[in-house]
Each structure stands twice: as C-alpha cells, then as structure tokens.
C-alpha cells in the first residue's frame, strides 16, 4: 500500500469519527408528536401524568389496560373508571356496547380526545374556528368552585366543541372559545361534558393535550389539569388505556429497533465501518478462487437411444408408427406450410407440386398412414416399409431425386 492510498484511508477514518462525534453531541429538536404515551417524556406524552397518579389518587388502584376495550371488559365483574386519552379514538359498535354495559352497573368512562361523534349517545363535535389568527383559546369550567377561572393554551391544536348533545341526561362541565386583542369572546363552545347512563357517568372532553408533560409542567395550566381530574372517582380504581394511543410503539423490523436506540444506533455504524474495512483490506490480499464450470453435456442423443431401446425391446410396431406419422405430418406444416387437418386430392395435389414428388407417391403414403391408423397392431415389414417411403419423400424434397 503506497503512501497516498494511507493518507486517503486516514482521511476518511477521522471524517467517518467526525460524523459520529458530531451526531452524537448535537442537541436533539424538540419531538411535538402527539403520543400521548405514558413512557414518552416528549412534550405531548402522558409520562408526568402518569408518574403523579398514584400521588393524586393515593387511595386508588392504578390498572393499566394492554387490550380493547372489548376484550377487557369481558369480566362483567370489573369496575373503575376507564381512562382514555388520546389524538382520537374511534370505537367499533361491539366495543362501545361493552362500553355502555360497563357504565351501567355503575361505572364511569373518561374519553379525553378531538372529535367526539358517537350517534349512539347523541353527540357530535365540530372544529371551532377563529376569523383572527391572532386571537387566544380560553377555556372555563362550568362549575363555581373554580371561581370561574379561564385557562389558556399558547400552541395550535385542533380545537373542537360539541354540536349536538343529548340534553336530557347531560351536564355541561366546561367550554371554550377564543378572544380578541380587546379580550373579548369572538367564538365560545362546550367541550367539556358528562352524560349519565344507568348508573354510571360518560365524561367527554375534546381537549386531550390537557394531560400532557407541556401542559402539566407549565404552572399557569397545572391546575387546569388539576380541575379536570377533579371529577374522577377515587372509591373506584382508574384503569388507564395503553391500548388507544397514536404513539404506541411498534417495531416494524429490526432495523427499526436498533436505529431507535441511541447506544445501538452507533454500534451499529461501527459495525458498518468495520465490515468496510474487512471488504477493503481483505479483499486486496485474498483473491477469490474462480470455480471450474463444468460446460453442460448434451443428452439428446442419449434420450433418443433410450427411447429407441424402450420401443425396440416392447416391439411396439404400432405406436411407433403412430409417432413417425406425427412426426411426419409436422414436417409437412413445418416445410410447406400447409395444414394438415383436411387430407384429401387437393391436399395431395399441393403436397406433390411443392415437395417435387409425384401424385401417385403422395397418395400413397398417406392412404398407408391411414390403414396404420385403423390397425390394433402392425408387422414389423410395415413400419419399415412406412419409414422408407417417408424417407424416400423427404430424400425427393431435398435433393429433386
């Protein structure tokens, strides 16, 4: 190896190392993913919220959910307050039922997440808009114990209020809107609801980001996050969903795992780097051995005095007759292309013209074909007798003899 080619090597070793010092220090953006995991520290995961549950609720059991709702609710013995949280949720009809049946013996569901539309209960939700970009969200709660404190959120999100409520059975908890420079409301609607069903409580709130790390650690949101929680129960326990989450990890191959790993996603690249190596520097030392390709033998010849052999020592005059007449009439497509499916004195005449042998030749020949043809069995004198007149024909087609 000359100077230059060590020089180059050397080169490209400390920019390969540049690259991964440089990878490995760089501050990382902020991921604004809506997850809302519990295990993601993410601004938009739910692993603060789920850290402080058992501090806010130290009397109550904490469950976590791995399944659907419709498998996990088949133990009709099961109680608690089903939590749900997420960018959206949309529920099969069986699933909902199970839902509706786990309410009514007494039980509650909190749904926190955009867009609400279960015709089954009577509610719909719409995007709420603001005619100014700049105007604010603001929400509020209902209740006077707040002292009817509004909350604010300073990040763009898919703001949605409920259209269509059943009114009979629902309460109204708390609603949102937007305000102007002047801080006056320029949009308002509820977002905020609880519907009672049998002996339990549906708890519907489209504002999900309420239980994030960003809203929870931001002390002007903390007690939002607070008031909300307020309304479930703790005499029973909370049964938290990882089933419906948007960020829900899913290793998709094993690259996939590996490259989601800091510490694995480098000592895969070294791994890379070392395999190029190897490729580089073995390669130029060792060369390959070029394997000996043994050229295909031709068998035909072979075949053919197989097959001759069989049909000899069977004595099957017949069927092989049958074959050189085959053969034959090929021959006769193949070289004059004439078909042969009509064989009668204009076919003779045809043949006779284009192959130089006579009428009376060509006749026959095939009016021998066709006594082979309606024969159980032949002589051997006739299928010598049948080859030496095809023989004799294609000998005159060749040579004009």
Known sequence: ?????????????????????????????INWFPSYVAKHKIPYGTYVLKKELPKLFPSTEIKNSYKPPFSYLKDSTLTGTYFFVDEAINFGKAELYRLMNFVKRGNDVFIATHGIN????????????????????????ND??????????DKYFDNQVFTKIDTA?????????????????????????????????FYFYTFPEVFTNY??????????????????????????????????????????YLL????????????????????????????????????????????????ANMYFEEEDHK?????????????IRTSFHIQTTNINEEFYK????????????????????????????????ELIALNKNIEKFKNKNSYGK
């Open 1 to 29: 190896m000359d100077k230059a080619t060590k020089i180059y090597i050397g080169v490209f070793i400390l920019l390969i190392l540049g690259f991964i010092y440089i990878q490995s220090t760089k501050k990382k953006p």
């Open 118 to 141: 279960i015709d089954t209960l009577g509610f719909k939700t719409k995007k709420l808009l603001s005619e100014n970009l700049e105007d604010k969200v603001f929400f509020k709660f």
């Open 144 to 153: 006077k114990v707040f002292n009817n404190k509004e909350f604010y959120f």
């Open 169 to 201: 059975n629902t309460t109204v908890l708390g609603f949102t809107g937007y305000l102007n420079n002047q801080n006056k409301r320029t949009e308002k609607g509820v977002n905020f609801v609880k519907y009672k069903y049998g002996k339990g409580n």
């Open 215 to 256: 809203t929870i650690l931001n002390s002007k949101n903390t007690q939002q996050t607070a008031n909300v929680l307020s309304y479930i129960r703790s005499d029973i326990p909370i049964i938290w969903d990882t089933y419906y989450k948007t960020g829900k990890i899913r290793i998709t191959s094993p690259i996939h």
């Open 260 to 307: 989601s790993s800091k510490s694995l996603k480098y000592a895969y690249y070294v791994m890379l780097l070392g395999v190029l190596f190897f490729v580089v520097f073995k390669g130029k030392r060792t060369q390959r051995s070029i394997p000996i390709i043994t050229p295909l033998k031709n068998q035909t010849l072979a075949f053919t005095q197989t097959i």
């Open 319 to 331: 069927n092989i007759a049958e074959q050189k007449i085959n053969y034959f009439l090929d021959y």
């Open 350 to 381: 045809k043949i006779a013209s284009r192959s130089g042998n006579s009428f009376e030749f060509v006749e026959k020949i095939f009016l021998e074909c066709d006594s082979i043809h309606f024969k159980n069995t032949i002589t051997k004198e």
